[in-house]
């Protein structure tokens, strides 16, 4: 199944939304402790205070919004579906941000239920209303990809593309997708375009970007090497030390990534470098650095830290405590296939 990437991003982005698209609201104090919680990934425990919210009168909209990120968050996506429909109805002739945010969560939802159709739907409706949407035209993109209609991906793509030709993660995105569903050739247009452009304002960290997901990993070296000297920041040094795991140089990559949490520790850098450590057979250290970067308040890369410590402990032979740790995992990530295939194998040891 094709993933929708951008839609993690949304999901986390647009949490904040609601205090700033309630300006003007009398109270919703129900509300804000509701989304606090989804925030947490307390999805049930978020659940009463949207019900509360809606028996004090607060935004209803905000309230029915709440809920269906709720149930989307416990992957019970008919039910998600029924609220976010909810929020819609209360919609006025004037569309805000929210309306388009509540859209694009209510597009996924059908999405997770295999609703394709009506997915591909919203988006069509939210690019009718805002031809320049860009994001609504990448992810229906995706959801044609998922139904085989590859020309109609194509154009998708393209529209998206023209409207922000200098959008790299949407390049790269889109690239992703068609990769992950047979279609590389396609997808590697859209990079090499970029290369072709010979565009003198292209950065080393975005040269470098092309050339690693276009497999020439030397080039990307080569460019990535020179934003780092530039005073290249997290996203620069973990695709350089991903660029010499490419290469094989896993000890190299390893320094380089160790050399960076010296004198700026981040969850990202420590989970290359946890995963890094794996390769190299060094469980230990792996497990180390996934934990190091746990650690980290407020990290966006809880989910994927998690998961990869289980492993560690797995490679480590420690087979409790990594079922110990998925049960937990599973009861706050419950749609994620492979950590369910991965509780299945240690019910065995």
């Known amino acids: 199944m094709v993933k929708l990437k951008y839609i993690t991003a949304v999901f986390v982005c647009s949490l904040c939304m609601v205090s700033a698209s309630a300006c003007g609201a009398s109270k919703q104090e129900n509300i804000d402790q509701g989304m606090q919680l989804i925030e947490q990934l307390s999805y049930e425990e978020s659940l009463p205070f949207f019900d509360a919210a809606l028996l004090d009168k607060e935004d209803a ?8 990120l709720a149930y989307m968050g416990l992957t019970q996506y008919d039910k998600a579906v029924e609220a976010l429909e909810k929020a819609l109805s209360y919609s006025d002739a004037r569309l805000g941000e929210i309306d388009f945010d509540i859209n694009y969560y209510l597009a996924t939802a059908y999405y997770k239920q295999g609703e394709l159709d009506k997915a591909k ?49 949407m390049r790269i995105n889109i690239f992703c997708t068609c990769s992950d569903n047979g279609l590389q050739e396609l997808g590697e247009g ?11 304002k292209l950065t080393d960290y975005n040269r470098g ?4 997901y276009l497999g020439d990993y030397n080039s990307a070296r080569n460019s990535l090497e020179k934003a780092k000297d530039a005073n290249g920041g997290v996203d620069v040094v973990s695709l350089l030390g991903q660029t010499y795991e490419k290469l094989g140089d896993n000890n190299y ?20 470098l946890g995963l890094c450590n794996l390769k190299m057979g060094d469980y230990q250290a792996a497990l180390t650095a996934f934990q190091a970067g746990l650690a980290i308040e407020g990290n966006q890369l809880m ?22 740790l998925m049960q937990k995992y599973l009861g706050t990530y419950p749609d994620d296939e492979k950590a369910i295939r991965e509780y299945e194998f240690l019910q065995t040891r």
């Not at 992810?139 to 044609?144: A, N």
């Not at 989910?303 to 420690?318: R, T």
């Open 61 to 68: 909209q905000l309230s029915y919004r709440g809920q269906g």
């Open 121 to 169: 739907a919203v988006y069509e409706s939210i690019t009718a209303l805002r031809p320049k949407e860009k994001t609504a035209y990448y992810l229906k993109g995706v959801v044609e990809i998922e139904q085989g209609n590859q020309e109609a991906a194509q154009a998708d793509f393209d529209r998206a593309v023209e409207i922000d030709p200098e959008d790299y993660d």
């Open 190 to 200: 859209y990079l090499q375009a970029v290369l072709d452009s010979e565009d003198k």
């Open 209 to 212: 970007r092309m050339n690693y």
């Open 253 to 272: 990559a390893a320094s380089v990534y160790s050399n960076f949490l010296n004198t700026t520790p981040d969850a990202q850098i420590y989970n290359q």
């Open 303 to 324: 989910q994927v830290l998690s998961f990869n410590e289980i492993v560690a402990y797995e490679y480590l032979g420690d087979f409790k405590q990594a079922t110990v």
